[in-house]
């Protein structure tokens, strides 16, 4: 060989891995991507909408820099969907959808950005869309399906500038931070740990960063009007966030084990590689902050009696860095040739893509309305996933209303308001009730409490969301029950076997609102 070009050759083995391309993204990925966001949009339709899609939907049609449970952007979101194409779920959950699909392909793309091959880009993208907290965010419209697409995407162009010492990067991310903040508060405290976890494990040059600076500039201008709003409201969101502990994932106890149901219990071992894979893989030691972050955030959510959901964001990047070791082990060759040379590779690489298969169908059978919706009642869907038995019933419920309604003579009538417990309540009577002839809601509930309350001139309630009389007490009086709610499928969801109780109010209406509001 020349010896020119054993110089070159020498140079460019040695090159800093910044200055070599990255691999190109394999079409896999692009094509589950694809293939999620197909089976998002063929089940979208099924069942009825959520409690929170009826109120984002309220909520949009009250148009501010901020409500007391949440920034603006999916309220205004799905209120434009549903001002687009009315009572069409397909086109509410579209933007959930995209967005899921989109979250997929960014972990593909955290992988290739950590020279990850084509086997890892697509275990990245498979482990992402097979994991049930994807599935779930993917098929309804909620806060968390854009914290992690938000929170993914912050991941990404970190690890894209940390490899590639690219500024423009940084000041993207920080850009993703501020919009990513109007859709849930947890972006920017997941981008203020990230910040720490760089100043402590390093690399700290991005610290010293113009980019950086503008990134955060950029983040605390975008952030600033929702950060306004809840000041100049009292930070309501602070009394929402002491009301919403973990209970319903078991608590502190159930914390850590719901981690490996967030995913899959078969996936787990992938992200939990990631915590310390950069502590052993030099090629990966950029990402140590990711590690320190998740642990950073998993101690704060514990002592605060986050729910478990809260570090799902998280999830995407870790399937990511997870993969890229995973699959280079899946492929290892032995070292000692022999005609069966292959084989152990070859069942470990079944082994990954069984366990895939089989989280997506255990995954989707939660996470996913596939079963008829009769078959939820006492089932370990609704056991593992609560939220199904939420999209269930509606229809029933606002006929149960109209029909109590109806039966007042008109001089009780033009007297009568409709109060609810909570704002799901109150958001099926605004958007399905209308049809039935019926009023607006009043509720003391989250942002519906700052939307108006009934006139002094009601003098009988027809009040939703009580257990019985005596939980009306004291706020009402001479409560009885008119009717009962039932569903058709007899799935126990929060309204189902409530009462409908007429009452009167027990002090005029500017008094009793105060009782009446409440957060959580």
């Not at 914290?147 to 993207?172: E, H, K, M, N």
């Not at 099926?428 to 009934?454: C, E, F, K, M, V």
Request: hydrophobic letters at 50%; aromatic letters at 8%; glycine letters at 10%.
């Amino acid at each position: 060989m020349p010896e020119g070009t054993e110089q070159c050759h020498s140079l460019s083995v040695t090159l800093p891995a910044r200055f070599l391309p990255a691999p190109r993204l394999s079409a896999w990925p692009v094509a589950v991507a694809g293939g999620l966001l197909a089976v998002l949009v063929a089940t979208s339709g099924r069942y009825g909408y959520h409690r929170d899609e009826l109120y984002f939907i309220a909520a949009g049609g009250h148009p501010a820099f901020g409500y007391p449970d949440q920034p603006p952007l999916v309220p205004l979101l799905c209120r434009a969907m549903q001002q687009l194409a009315p009572g069409s779920l397909l086109i509410l959950r579209l933007p959930s959808a995209l967005a899921a699909a989109v979250t997929t392909l960014v972990s593909a793309l955290i992988a290739r950005e950590l020279r990850g091959t084509a086997a890892a880009q697509v275990l990245a993208a498979g482990c992402t869309a097979a994991s049930a907290i994807t599935l779930a965010t993917g098929h309804f419209v909620t806060t968390t399906t854009f914290d992690l697409l938000s929170t993914t995407v912050l991941c990404w162009l970190i690890i894209r500038g940390l490899t590639r010492r690219s500024g423009p990067s940084l000041l993207a991310a920080g850009i993703t931070v501020g919009i990513g903040v109007q859709f849930k508060p947890q972006v920017g405290l997941v981008a203020v740990i990230m910040v720490a976890a760089l100043a402590i494990t390093g690399p700290r040059w991005p610290l010293r960063s113009r980019w950086l600076i503008a990134g955060a500039a950029s983040a605390i201008a975008l952030g600033a009007p929702y950060v306004i709003w809840q000041a100049i409201h009292g930070w309501p969101q602070l009394s929402v966030a002491a009301t919403i502990g973990g209970s319903a994932e078991g608590g502190r106890v159930g914390f850590l084990p719901f981690q490996l149901v967030l995913v899959s219990p078969l996936l787990a071992p992938i992200w939990i590689v990631a915590l310390r894979a950069p502590y052993r893989n030099v090629a990966l030691r950029p990402v140590r902050f990711l590690s320190f972050t998740y642990l950073t955030l998993a101690v704060l959510y514990l002592a605060g009696d986050g729910k478990a959901y809260y570090l799902a964001s998280l999830y995407p990047a870790l399937l990511a860095v997870g993969a890229i070791p995973v699959a280079a082990w899946a492929q290892r060759r032995p070292a000692a040739a022999s005609a069966s040379r292959s084989g152990p590779r070859q069942r470990r690489v079944t082994m990954l893509l069984a366990a895939v298969l089989v989280s997506v169908g255990i995954s989707g059978m939660v996470a996913l309305p596939v079963v008829p919706a009769a078959d939820l009642r006492g089932s370990v869907i609704l056991a593992l996933n609560p939220d199904q038995a939420e999209t269930v019933g509606w229809p029933d419920f606002v006929h149960a209303v109209a029909a109590v309604w109806e039966s007042l003579p008109p001089d009780q009538r033009s007297h009568a308001v409709i109060v609810t417990d909570n704002y799901g309540e109150a958001g099926a009577i605004d958007l399905l009730g209308r049809r039935s002839g019926l009023p607006r809601a009043y509720s003391g509930h989250d942002g519906y409490t700052n939307w108006g309350q009934p006139p002094t001139t009601a003098t009988l309630v027809l009040l939703l969301g009580y257990g019985s009389p005596e939980a009306a007490a004291p706020s009402f009086t001479g409560c009885v029950t008119a009717s009962r709610i039932e569903n058709r499928s007899g799935v126990n969801n929060q309204e189902h076997g409530l009462p409908l109780l007429l009452c009167r109010p027990a002090q005029p209406w500017p008094q009793l609102w105060h009782t009446l509001t409440h957060y959580g």
